[in-house]
């Protein structure tokens, strides 16, 4: 394969700096030397650290990453020794002239100001946390959580003031990692979200199951108030967070995880091109509006492989993939970035979420701007593997596909266990154009202690194809409102009897065949159960008898979900 740099307009050695030495530039940089000997290649990071472990910081903070060096995926001496990769630290890339070919660098160790030139320059340099101008927003005691160097004023703050209480503003999946950290070390913790739910990329009744777990584990939720400001007492002891709605929370510390902006002030004095949602824009080679500039990770704006609309997406494997293509192309290679998926998984104390594709709340935005996609959606409770061994916990599972054609269109699990395993198979047939009826027939392990000969994915794909071939069609709670459907339920009189959906009739499943007579013919039938197993059973019976029927997915869990996302 040719290769542009080294053969052609460099012979010799061709130059590579890369500005910002974490997940996207240092990833960029190895992939570099793996296919350049000859390649000069400098990373200039403006922090102390390269490539450490942002997602491990939370950790750090709670404890369970006893040591900071822990964070330490590579250090500049083990970049140089291993791939004779130049790192300059406390660095700053002030400026790009784009005519020369030449950076500006800053270290703030000596103050020296010197110019680099490159043949490629590549851009890493990530996003900063969202700090809106709030009334009180820079007292001390209000921490982001980016860098290294914050996770240890936290854990100082905290031991120096031995804090007993915080607030986490933001109820997204560093708000809600470093709550459980927070109050693994004892302290009580009050989340205030904006939104009416936490984890936004997921849909509300999902999120329910989330915000459930935060109460049980005794952290408080403030849902659907932001905050005003943020004010001190006057012996500058404690916080009060006011939010919009006139509440005060009076704490010892805040930790705001509103969000990431990506960092594009070089790009921008550079005047390269800055997409509308404030990323810089890249083509699918990572290249930027300047064919000898590329640009990687959370500053850029990516096209969402599934709407194809541009996002801005800041996780650590979109930033590592997209160094190496970046890398890749700068050597000479075919590579193309595919795009973000939405693919993402946290754990909140016991319990995990993940999700990938698009959710039923981004359909319907998109479908509020006429880009409609025709959809179905199905819910499942399966244990996370074979119920008769010990120990199998339940997922709850949202699938989404199209009705045109059956493909995945997105998935969203919460659960205990192997939760982030199903999510990630149906990534990657969301990523393939797999449809519902490759889930049906997905190969999967299984031995009891993982898994099921009708695995979770198998299960949701069975349902979802049952519903598009007609054999099963599913209803929906939303729709299921007595008296104008006729409203079943198979459970045991017990279980009807614990609590029951108003106006719905009780046939226990094992009695249906002989009551059949009981049953109307002139309107459809919409049968429920616990989590939609035995309703999918009775609709299957009732069909094979001439009735209309359709099975109300996810069942009484699934209602009692959507009711508490309903009265948010
Ligand atoms: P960064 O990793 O932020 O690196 C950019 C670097 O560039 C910084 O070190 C910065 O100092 C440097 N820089 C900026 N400007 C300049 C300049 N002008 N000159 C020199 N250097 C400069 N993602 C996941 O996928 N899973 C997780 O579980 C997860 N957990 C996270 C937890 C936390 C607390 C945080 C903060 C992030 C987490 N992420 C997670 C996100 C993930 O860390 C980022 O998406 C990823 O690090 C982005 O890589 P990047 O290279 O674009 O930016």
Redesign the pocket.
């Known amino acids: 394969m040719k290769n542009d740099l080294e053969e052609k307009r460099q012979p010799g050695k061709p130059r590579i700096l890369i500005?910002?030495?974490?997940?996207?530039?240092a990833s960029c940089a190895a992939r570099a030397r793996r296919l350049s000997e000859k390649a000069e290649i400098i990373m200039?990071?403006?922090?102390f650290y390269v490539s450490f472990a942002?997602?491990g910081?939370?950790y750090y903070v709670g404890g369970i990453i006893t040591e900071e060096k822990n964070l330490l995926i590579a250090t500049p001496e083990l970049f140089r020794k291993r791939f004779n990769i130049e790192v300059r630290v406390l660095?700053?890339?002030r400026a790009v002239d784009r005519e020369k070919r030449e950076i500006e660098v800053r270290n703030s160790e000596t103050s020296e100001v010197y110019r680099e030139s490159y043949d490629a320059l590549v851009l890493?340099?990530?996003?900063a946390p969202i700090r809106p101008p709030l009334p009180g927003i820079d007292l001390s005691g209000i921490f982001s959580?980016?860098t290294i160097l914050d996770s240890r004023q936290i854990r100082e703050w905290i031991a120096g003031r031995k804090a007993k209480r915080a607030v986490v503003v933001g109820g997204g999946?560093?708000g809600l990692?470093t709550a459980e950290n927070l109050a693994r070390l004892g302290i009580s913790v009050t989340i205030i979200e904006m939104l009416p739910q936490v984890m936004p990329p997921i849909d509300p009744e999902m999120a329910v199951l989330i915000q459930e777990h935060l109460v049980a584990n005794g952290v408080s939720l403030r849902l659907g108030d932001g905050v005003a400001g943020f004010e001190q007492d006057s012996k500058g002891n404690t916080i009060s967070v006011i939010t919009k709605s006139g509440g005060r929370y009076v704490c010892d510390m805040v930790l705001l995880a509103i969000g990431v902006r990506p960092?594009v002030t070089?790009a921008k004095e550079a005047h390269l091109e800055i997409g509308l949602l404030g990323g810089i824009r890249v083509n699918d080679q990572m290249r930027t509006s300047d064919e000898r500039i590329w640009a990687?990770?959370?500053?850029v704006e990516v096209r969402d492989f599934a709407s194809g609309e541009w996002s801005l997406f800041?996780?650590?494997?979109p930033?590592n993939r997209q160094g190496r293509i970046a890398a890749d192309v700068i050597l000479g290679r075919e590579a193309r970035f595919r795009g973000v998926q939405g693919t993402m998984v946290c754990k909140v104390f016991n319990i995990i979420v993940a999700a990938t594709g698009m959710s039923e709340k981004t359909l319907n935005r998109r479908k509020l701007s006429g880009q409609e996609e025709r959809y179905e959606k199905i819910y499942l409770h399966p244990g996370h593997h074979a119920n008769y061994y010990p120990g199998a916990k339940p997922i709850t599972m949202k699938l989404i596909f199209s009705t045109e054609d059956g493909r995945v269109l997105g998935a969203q699990a919460v659960g205990e266990e192997g939760v982030e395993k199903r999510i990630d198979v149906i990534a990657l047939a969301i990523q393939r154009g797999a449809t519902v009826f490759d889930l049906e027939e997905a190969e999967l392990c299984y031995a009891p202690q993982f898994g099921a000969a009708k695995d979770p994915i198998n299960i949701a794909g069975m349902i979802a194809a049952n519903a598009l071939r007609g054999d099963a069609p599913v209803a929906h709670w939303a729709y299921a409102r007595p008296p104008e459907s006729y409203v079943l339920d198979v459970r045991e009189p017990h279980e009807f009897n614990l609590g029951h959906v108003e106006g719905a009739n009780n046939i226990p499943l094992h009695t249906l065949r002989d009551r059949m007579g009981e049953l109307p013919r002139d309107r459809e039938i919409l049968v429920y159960c616990g989590v939609g197993q035995r309703s999918y059973y009775a609709s299957r019976a009732l069909r094979l008898n001439g009735f209309s029927a359709r099975n109300i997915s996810g069942g009484m869990m699934t209602y009692n979900a959507e009711r508490q996302a309903e009265s948010r």
Do not use: K
């Open positions: 500005v910002g030495g974490v997940a996207g530039g200039f990071e403006r922090g942002n997602c910081l939370p660095s700053e890339v890493a340099p990530g996003a959580l980016r999946f560093i990692e960092e070089l990687v990770g959370d500053a800041p996780l650590a494997g930033a």
